[in-house]
């Protein structure tokens, strides 16, 4: 599969490498209940979901000769997976603690529960630049697949979701790692990124399943803050807006900051969280067209179309631009999905310290959830 990111250095061996490490491990160790065939039977089902049947086809092309996929588990356990699969894939933000705990009474522990998030997230990042590159091509965003999308499941009411451009924290709903008995996989993790710390409970989850973190946090680098192509508050609406039509409280609240100090206007930023893509102004060319492309892109199927490729490439985007704005937006299928998944978003009080005469609150340039600059204060990337 081409996925575009040539321009992007090691992203493209990256997405590559995520994909062998959560599909096919080396050795899954504490996961080995998540067998490589229950592994790729999610990872194919989420992408025919998201109306990627040829992608899917990649992904069972990975599977061990025997035994079949459907009869390598207990059909309990396959049930269980897949259950989960749709929720995270198709409504993520109604995907609250009931579905975890059906997993694990299916025996998966902590770090089976995060890799298999990662799995289903990880799949809506590869469908979503499999869409945008098609989109860009001439052809259609989805495709016909043979999985009717299921029943919607029981409705989830977590608090009153409010978006907000308020510091909020983050809570894990299964237990993080120990930051002072880290293995050494997972210490070199951290050591290999100045964008993780220990101190953030969401790297802590995260770490339970440390090959996957790693080559992910390559991928969010090179998609944010690679240099050139699309404009960094560019890539900030558009991860605001899809973190938005997620659902993403704590995730909007992030890139919603971000946006507000890259384009010094913390109004403008309320408003877009407030109202979507609508609040940009009418001359506003370049954003309105992002918006509705991100918007669209967001949906499962995405639901991209060619006018919304013609209204961006009319605004001036090139190609290098609209790449960077289909991984930006397919990235967010990632992050939004691990962030409402596997825990909650809290409110938090912002210390008078972090907020400057500007009124919007500082975050770091090189970390999408930080409060300070600073490794020690880093919280998460949403």
Known sequence: MSNGTQHRAGQSEHTAAS????????????????????????????????????LASEYRAMAPAAPRVD?????????????????????????????????????LDAPAVVTLAQICAFVSYEARVVSGLALLAGHPAAETTHIPAPPPAAPYAPEAKRFTLDELTWRPRVSSVDADALTAEQQAVIDA?????VTSPYYRTLLHDPAALDHRTHVYNAVMYGRGGLPRAERELATLLVSRANGCVYCASV???????????????????????????????????????????????????????????????????????????????????LMLVLGDAHPARQPDSDIPRSGVPRNDARESCSQTPGRASRAADA
Not at 23 to 49: C, D, H, K, N, Q
Not at 193 to 197: E, G, I, N, R, V
Not at 297 to 302: A, D, L, S
């Open 193 to 197: 990124h100045t964008t993780l710390s």
């Open 255 to 337: 890139h919603g900051r971000k946006y507000a100090q890259l384009t010094r206007d913390q109004a403008a930023a309320q408003r877009v969280l407030s109202e979507g893509g609508d609040a940009l102004a009418a001359d506003d060319a370049r954003g309105r067209a992002i918006a509705r492309f991100a918007e669209a892109q967001t949906r499962t199927p995405p639901r991209g179309s060619a006018e919304d490729v013609h209204a961006l490439r009319a605004a001036g985007l090139d190609e290098a631009e609209l790449t960077d704005l289909v991984h930006a937006v397919a990235l967010f299928g990632w992050a939004n999905r």
């Open 19 to 54: 994909r062998r490490v959560l599909l096919t491990p080396r050795a899954p160790g504490a996961v080995e209940i998540l067998t490589p065939r229950l592994r790729i039977s999610a990872a194919a089902r989420a992408a025919e979901l998201a109306g990627q049947p040829r």
């Open 71 to 107: 009869t390598d588990s207990a059909p309990s356990l396959t049930t269980a997976v897949h259950d989960f699969t749709d929720s995270v894939t198709l409504t993520p933000g109604l995907t609250g603690p009931d579905i975890l705990r059906g997993l694990t009474a299916q025996g």
